[in-house]
């Protein structure tokens, strides 16, 4: 875990920033895999991805209710959006990326390069939480 400075970038397209800890923390850890996962996403759909969580230190993942195995706190998962797809349509684009884990939310989607999915006939685990 490190704290540094915000503005490095990680990637062509994403900054240290976007991964820190939502806490205030300044706490950061972040996996090459899940870099490179979305950084594929980005080229493929030719828009800006907004990662809405990114690493979580333990305290805070309870806070906001993460499961107490999350991928969030091993740096290996990002909650993300793009303007203009639907969660689902993330999901699928993010499944064809070669992501492990992907879990479809009403206003957001999961993804994340886990070690190994449950469902290892199909490459990876997924889930669907939307209430609409």
Known sequence: M???????????HFTIAEFTCNDGSGEVIYSRHLIEL????R????KPIIINSGYR???????VG????????LGTAAD??????????????AIECGARGVGVYDTFTHV???????????????WDMRTK
């Open 112 to 126: 994340d390069v886990r070690y190994e999915p449950k469902n290892v006939n199909k490459g990876y685990d997924f």
């Open 80 to 93: 993300i959006r793009i303007k203009g797809l639907s969660s689902k349509a993330v999901a699928d684009i």
């Open 2 to 12: 490190y704290k540094v400075m915000k503005n490095i970038h990680i990637s062509d």
């Open 57 to 63: 230190n333990p305290g805070y993942n309870r806070k």
């Open 38 to 41: 979305l950084e594929k996403i």
């Open 43 to 46: 080229v493929k759909v030719g």
């Open 66 to 73: 993460g499961s107490p195995k999350s991928q969030h706190m």
